[in-house]
């Protein structure tokens, strides 16, 4: 006769709490982290990695007896392959199927010890959303998620021996499945839409799960308590439809002019690359030859106008476009300019220099504008 057996509601009540509290942190949290990332369109995502596995609460079969059982399981590996689509505000939605597998090592909590062959491996299907984030670093981008979906566990060739008796079983069972998921992605230089991802994954298939099998005595069965999986994974993500941006336009070197010498320039054009805020040689001196001029000229302030192109949304282009503006006034006042003389106003995506549709990264708009009044 049966002993004893784990309490299945335990086991789920101590894992609960933990999957719930990640899935709703990562979730309700997101939103808040940073600015989303300018990312639009199909992709597709394969990862693999290690599996860290927990011990599992168990009623063992027939003939094995003990108290608080739980089936070992070995550390194994992980491997996944998921298709999405990312809605471009940093929201992800993705299909996304998984497989696990660990060998088994036995039974704890039994009056007599218990030894293990055979595998366990895991199949699931997962519907998840994640949130990119974008922290100001281009070669860098977080992100978070969870998932919820179904999980099926089979026991392939399984045997478990105890003295005197043992337990067969190549069966399968499923339940209820769900994840949180924490990551990180590299974008591939030179390769629009490639990046490479490193992530952590937390994985339960919610029990009970019973697997029928043989013992010398005739038929039993093996039931299993939520399965737990700890993943630590690296993949590639690529992304469709993603353009590289364009070689930037050259400002074109004024002419030198002829005597008498024209009355210097009161308006500046500074051009910056996609997504950057940076100042090149060229820039520092455009605003070099505006900061030198300013003092050949009466004047009342000067303004610096930042904006961006069409790319990106609405929100993050504002914030783009101040970052630009900012970077040009702090090297006004480097060359010498009065920091109270310059007026700094940022207009993300308006008032484009070059008229174009949305999502179009035009060199062109991309700019500040120094204005001597």
């Not at 990695?49 to 009623?59: E, F, K, M, N, T």
């Not at 919610?206 to 700890?230: K, M, N, R």
């Given at each position: 006769?049966?002993?004893?057996?784990?309490?299945?509601?335990?086991?789920?009540?101590?894992?609960?709490?933990?999957?719930?509290?990640?899935?709703?942190?990562?979730?309700?949290?997101?939103?808040?982290?940073?600015?989303?990332?300018?990312?639009?369109?199909?992709?597709?995502?394969?990862?693999?990695?290690?599996?860290?596995?927990?011990?599992?609460?168990?009623a063992?079969?027939?003939?094995?007896?003990?108290?608080?059982?739980q089936?070992?399981?070995?550390?194994?590996?992980?491997?996944?392959?998921?298709?999405?689509?990312?809605?471009?505000?940093?929201?992800?939605?993705?299909?996304?199927?998984?497989?696990?597998?660990?060998?088994?090592?036995?039974?704890?909590?039994?009056?007599?010890?218990?030894?293990?062959?055979?595998?366990?491996?895991?199949?699931?299907?997962?519907?998840?959303?994640?949130?990119?984030?974008?922290?100001?670093?281009?070669?860098?981008?977080?992100?978070?998620?969870?998932?919820?979906?179904?999980?099926?566990?089979?026991?392939?060739?399984?045997?478990?021996?105890?003295?005197?008796?043992?337990?067969?079983?190549?069966?399968?069972?499923?339940?209820?499945?769900?994840?949180?998921?924490?990551g990180?992605?590299?974008?591939?230089?030179?390769?629009?839409?490639?990046?490479?991802?490193?992530?952590?994954?937390?994985?339960?298939?919610?029990?009970?799960?019973?697997?029928?099998?043989?013992?010398?005595?005739?038929?039993?069965?093996?039931?299993?308590?939520?399965?737990?999986?700890?993943?630590?994974?690296?993949?590639?993500?690529?992304?469709?439809?993603?353009?590289?941006?364009?070689?930037?336009?050259?400002?074109?070197?004024?002419?030198?002019?002829?005597?008498?010498?024209?009355?210097?320039?009161?308006?500046?054009?500074?051009?910056?690359?996609?997504?950057?805020?940076?100042?090149?040689?060229?820039?520092?001196?455009?605003?070099?030859?505006?900061?030198?001029?300013?003092?050949?000229?009466?004047y009342?302030?000067?303004?610096?106008?930042?904006?961006?192109?069409?790319?990106?949304?609405?929100?993050y282009n504002?914030?783009?476009?101040?970052?630009?503006?900012?970077?040009?006034?702090?090297?006004?006042?480097?060359?010498?300019?009065?920091q109270?003389?310059?007026?700094?106003?940022?207009?993300?995506?308006?008032?484009?220099?070059?008229?174009?549709?949305?999502?179009?990264?035009?060199?062109?708009?991309?700019?500040?504008?120094?204005?001597?009044?």
């Amino acid at each position: 006769m049966r002993l004893c057996a784990y309490t299945p509601g335990i086991a789920r009540l101590r894992a609960a709490p933990l999957g719930a509290a990640l899935l709703a942190a990562v979730l309700l949290g997101a939103p808040r982290a940073a600015n989303a990332q300018p990312f639009q369109g199909v992709y597709v995502n394969l990862g693999a990695g290690y599996d860290l596995v927990p011990d599992s609460g168990a009623a063992p079969p027939s003939g094995f007896s003990g108290s608080n059982v739980q089936l070992r399981r070995d550390d194994g590996f992980a491997g996944l392959g998921s298709f999405g689509y990312a809605f471009g505000n940093g929201f992800r939605l993705e299909l996304e199927g998984s497989y696990r597998q660990n060998g088994l090592n036995g039974l704890t909590g039994t009056t007599s010890p218990t030894s293990a062959t055979g595998t366990i491996q895991n199949y699931g299907v997962m519907t998840n959303l994640l949130f990119d984030m974008d922290i100001g670093q281009s070669w860098l981008y977080p992100y978070l998620g969870g998932g919820v979906g179904y999980g099926w566990d089979r026991l392939s060739g399984a045997r478990l021996s105890q003295a005197g008796t043992s337990f067969s079983s190549t069966d399968s069972a499923g339940g209820f499945a769900y994840q949180a998921i924490a990551g990180l992605s590299f974008p591939v230089s030179g390769v629009p839409g490639l990046s490479v991802t490193a992530e952590y994954r937390y994985h339960s298939v919610v029990g009970d799960e019973t697997f029928h099998g043989t013992t010398p005595s005739g038929t039993a069965s093996l039931s299993l308590g939520t399965q737990h999986d700890h993943d630590f994974m690296l993949g590639v993500r690529y992304a469709f439809g993603v353009t590289p941006p364009p070689m930037p336009t050259p400002v074109p070197t004024p002419a030198a002019a002829a005597a008498p010498a024209p009355a210097p320039a009161r308006s500046y054009l500074v051009f910056f690359d996609w997504d950057k805020a940076t100042l090149t040689t060229r820039a520092q001196q455009i605003i070099k030859e505006a900061a030198d001029n300013s003092t050949k000229v009466s004047y009342t302030r000067i303004e610096v106008n930042g904006y961006t192109d069409t790319s990106g949304t609405p929100q993050y282009n504002q914030g783009l476009s101040m970052r630009r503006a900012q970077a040009v006034a702090a090297e006004l006042v480097k060359d010498g300019v009065p920091q109270g003389a310059i007026s700094i106003q940022g207009f993300g995506e308006t008032h484009l220099l070059v008229p174009t549709g949305s999502g179009v990264r035009e060199p062109q708009n991309r700019r500040v504008e120094i204005i001597i009044r």
